[in-house]
């Protein structure tokens, strides 16, 4: 069963999404050496409280914090703490609100000062393997479609993709039906249509594509303790291209004038 939202219901999902735009770029003002997750987190709550939404992942299934952040070989679920941020480290922020009763739900992998060029590259054929999901997220296509165009994205640079997380719908819930791998194959898996609100979100790893538990209870690593990255876009599946709910229009412009 796929819920299916009205235009309407679509136009307070992208007040709660872009209200996630927005706080990813208060995250970005602040990305630097010397600055801690939990700090990145208090900044965050901060923002979304003022903005009259709630942070969606604080006590979710016993979740402590506002923000996911997952450093270097981190791949998703990192907990907020008192590491702080070094020169050279990625961070992926996930960040997730409810605003009118409405879930958003995106995520950025940021650099911290210079990083190397390979996990540079690892960024970029991330970022670019989400793009090539939205071109699939299409009414008519099925969910394989987009699974397909972020492996083939992803594997292309030489990187692996992530099997035992993936995306998701998205509406009055944080996870909804259908899940969204981000590997498969063309033509399988349910049917799109418009009205569909779903979050591709490619977890890719520089190395092999194992991940392991932490014994937090959240973080999931590499198992190869190589770095991982994560985006993830809220997108409205539409009849001839898909609507992006999200934006990384604020990050970018903040993180283009330092
Ligand atoms: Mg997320
Ligand atoms: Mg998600």
Redesign the pocket.
């Known amino acids: 069963m796929l819920y299916l939202k009205t235009d309407e219901e679509i136009e307070l999902l992208r007040e709660s999404n872009l209200l996630v735009s927005k706080t990813l770029a208060e995250i970005a003002r602040h990305i630097q050496p010397g600055i801690t997750t939990l700090y990145l987190d208090e900044i965050a709550e901060t923002f979304i409280r003022d903005n009259s939404a709630v942070p969606a992942f604080k006590g979710y299934n016993g979740f402590p914090k506002t923000l996911?952040t997952s450093v270097n070989d981190e791949v998703?679920h990192g907990i907020p703490s008192r590491y702080y941020l070094k020169e050279g480290d990625i961070v992926s922020v996930?960040?997730?609100v409810i605003l009118n009763g409405w879930y958003g739900?995106?995520?950025y992998t940021f650099a911290v000062g210079e990083i190397r060029e390979e996990v540079k590259k690892l960024i970029e054929f991330t970022k670019a393997s989400l793009n090539e999901g939205v071109k699939e997220a299409v009414a008519g296509n099925r969910v394989g479609d987009v699974s397909y165009a972020v492996q083939s994205k992803a594997e292309s640079g030489g990187f692996s993709v992530v099997r035992e997380l993936v995306g998701h719908g998205l509406g009055k819930r944080l996870h909804e039906p259908p899940e969204v791998p981000n590997f498969g194959r063309k033509g399988t898996g349910p049917k799109m249509s418009k009205g569909l609100i779903i979050?591709i979100?490619p977890m890719i790893n520089l190395g092999r594509r194992e991940t392991v538990q932490s014994r937090d209870g959240w973080t999931i690593r590499t198992a190869d303790g190589k770095p991982s990255a994560h985006f993830?876009y809220a997108v409205a599946v539409k009849k001839e291209k898909a609507d992006v709910l999200t934006t990384f229009d604020f990050v970018e412009e903040v993180l283009n004038k330092m």
């Open positions: 996911c998703v996930d960040c997730g739900d995106g995520a979050c979100e993830e």
